[in-house]
Nanobody, 128 residues
Framework: QVQLVESGGGSVQAGGSLRLSCATSGFTYNTHCMAWFRQAPGKEREGVARISPNGMTDYARFVKGRFTFSRDTAKNTLYLEMNKLKPEDTAIYYC??????????????????????WGQGTQVTVSS
């Protein structure tokens, strides 16, 4: 059974930091793209960061230099370290996975991968 469960969201002042976690099951990191997306009120869901099966990371321009995406294979857990947070980072953050090598997905795409599996999301609120 595949599952993604986010945690670590909360409220923080501008300039602060948060670390999001995503506990996964049913995915092998060296065969799946994994990603973080976010959705702010009234806006479309957008890609934030992606790790490819070979471990390469890619970031949206609006978080590059502030966010770090990492994975712990032994713990089956993904992390998103968020620093220098801004009010415009306020959103629900979702962990996502694609269907694996060779799978043709039909969900949202980001940085060359199509994501069909999603967590329930965790709220991040940044106040000015």
């Amino acid at each position: 059974q595949v599952q993604l469960v986010e945690s670590g969201g909360g409220s923080v002042q501008a300039g602060g930091s948060l670390r999001l976690s995503c506990a996964t099951s049913g995915f092998t990191y060296n065969t799946h793209c994994m990603a973080w997306f976010r959705q702010a009120p009234g806006k479309e869901r957008e890609g934030v960061a992606r790790i490819s099966p070979n471990g390469m990371t890619d970031y949206a321009r609006f978080v590059k230099g502030r966010f770090t995406f990492s994975r712990d294979t032994a713990k089956n857990t993904l992390y998103l370290e968020m620093n220098k947070l801004k009010p415009e980072d306020t959103a629900i953050y979702y962990c996502a996975a694609n269907g694996g090598i060779g799978h043709v997905g039909n969900g949202p795409s980001f940085s060359g991968c199509v994501f069909d599996y999603w967590g329930q999301g965790t709220q991040v609120t940044v106040s000015s």
